[in-house]
């Protein structure tokens, strides 16, 4: 089991970029599958993209595709996303999520989640 710290959210306009991190307590971090999701007010939580134990898998949603990239550094049990060119559609709280089956979209196969950080985006 890990315990998972966001960090990294803010203000920003169109445009421009951020970086999210995600810290994991814990051993079995690179053990981990490791996804990110998003909530926007009166919405679902959705899946953003998810990085396999090795980081050598990733996948993303359609809508952040080519412009949002996660990265993982086992030795820091810490997992990133990196997004430019923000739109006010990415304005959500963001959470990063711990799964032990392989690289997943579906929300359910992650039973481990932060806490959250808030990104707000102005047009």
């Known amino acids: 089991q890990v315990q998972l710290v966001e960090s990294g959210g803010g203000l920003v306009q169109a445009g421009d970029s951020l970086r999210l991190s995600c810290v994991a307590s814990g051993r079995a971090f690179s053990t981990y599958t490791m996804g990110w999701f998003r909530q926007a007010p009166g919405k679902e939580r959705d899946f953003v993209g998810a990085?396999?134990?090795?980081?050598?898998?990733?996948y993303y949603a359609d809508s952040v595709q080519g412009r949002f990239t996660i990265s993982r550094d086992n030795a820091k049990n810490t997992v990133y996303l990196q997004m430019n060119n923000l739109k006010p559609d990415d304005t959500a709280v963001y959470y990063c999520?711990?799964?032990?089956?392989?690289?997943?979209?579906?929300?359910?196969?992650?039973?481990?989640w932060g806490q959250g950080t808030q990104v707000i985006v102005s047009s």
């Open positions: 999520a711990a799964s032990r089956a392989p690289t997943s979209r579906i929300k359910a196969a992650y039973d481990q």
């Open positions: 990085i396999s134990w090795s980081g050598g898998v990733t």
